[in-house]
């Protein structure tokens, strides 16, 4: 009987997994400034196990896959940037939870949240031409290291963060706003529009 759900059953379990972690990670984030593995593992793990139980191997493959794609732009700022790796496990971890279709709907929402955030942030503390000059220089050095012109030095990110004057966002407060918007976006209207 508990294995008979349907399937707006099981995407009710997985968004409700899913807001529930990432609203206790933005809260230690908030709060310490990192997201534990004690939180994050678990949930990766149970990712797994609840796409397998309800989806099979077909979908514990999928699960995998947007594991990796998830948390892949999180390691690349993490390589790159420097800072903790909580939001690329926490990425993954979701991405475990909720499949190719719904995870990279929600990475596309939680980027725009993201973005969003450290705009309101650098416009409070008026430091928005800084922001964008570092993004727009960020994108053009990895677009060179990409092509293979330059080596990119991540010493020189973390530079331009320190002289940024405290503008760090816990981007765990961004995963959840993320997560809830693509959420009530995929409960209202369903994700089957976007695609």
């Given at each position: ?73 999180y390691v690349l700022l993490f390589v790159f940037v420097g800072g ?112």
């Open positions: 009987m508990f294995l008979n759900l349907t399937d707006e059953s099981v995407a009710v379990i997985q968004w409700g997994a899913v807001m529930c972690t990432s609203l206790v990670a933005a809260g230690f984030d908030l709060r310490q400034r990192r997201i534990p593995n004690a939180l994050t593992f678990p949930m990766l793990a149970t990712g797994f196990v609840f796409t397998g139980i309800f989806g099979g191997l077909a979908s514990l493959a999928e699960a995998a896959g947007a594991c990796v794609l998830l948390s892949l732009p903790g790796a909580g939001d690329a496990k926490l990425m993954g971890a979701i991405g475990a939870w909720l499949g190719l279709k719904y995870g990279l709907f929600a990475l596309v929402c939680v980027i725009i949240a993201g973005g969003g955030l450290g705009i309101a942030k650098a416009v409070s503390r008026k430091q928005l031409k800084f922001v964008l000059t570092s993004v727009f220089v960020s994108i053009y050095a990895i677009i060179l290291l990409l092509i293979g012109r330059r080596k990119v030095r991540p010493a020189n990110f973390e530079t331009d963060i320190k002289q940024s004057g405290g503008l760090e966002l816990p981007y765990g407060v961004a995963i959840f706003a993320g997560v809830c918007i693509a959420a009530l976006i995929t409960g209202i209207w369903g994700v089957e529009w976007i695609w």
